[in-house]
């Protein structure tokens, strides 16, 4: 059973960057579909983004498209998003998030069944 456990969350100004870690434990990591969703009270939780296991595939959601980057390390089972050009809109908590019950990358939250405990991510116009 993987654990994961998010960092790197804090306040930015609008325009910043900030990078987002999710160590990972379990020696499965680089057999699994990591990705990153968000979540603001009263609403399901977003899609941010996905990587496959080698890292040849990545799905980004088109709300930060060419601003978000998702990447992994497996020698450190370790999974990053880097958030550049931050938006107010940005503002939730982060999540990363696995499974090892298939291997594409899926946008639906209720198909991940390992979570992290999720970051808070503030961004201040």
């Known amino acids: 059973q993987v654990r994961l456990v998010e960092s790197g969350g804090g306040l930015a100004q609008a325009g910043g960057s900030l990078r987002l870690s999710c160590a990972a434990s379990?020696?499965?990591?680089?057999?699994?579909?990591m990705t990153w969703f968000r979540q603001v009270p009263g609403k399901e939780r977003e899609f941010v983004a996905g990587?496959?296991?080698?890292?040849?595939?990545?799905d980004v959601a088109d709300s930060v498209k060419g601003r978000f980057t998702i990447s992994r390390d497996n020698a450190k089972n370790t999974v990053y998003l880097q958030m550049n050009s931050l938006k107010p809109e940005d503002t939730a908590v982060y999540y990363c998030?696995?499974?090892?019950?298939?291997?594409?990358?899926?946008?639906?939250?209720?198909?991940?069944?390992?979570w992290g405990q999720g970051t808070q991510v503030t961004v201040s116009s």
């Open positions: 998030a696995t499974t090892n019950t298939f291997f594409t990358i899926r946008r639906t939250a209720v198909d991940y069944g390992t």
């Open positions: 379990g020696d499965t990591f680089s057999r699994n579909v």
């Open positions: 990587i496959s296991r080698s890292g040849g595939n990545i």
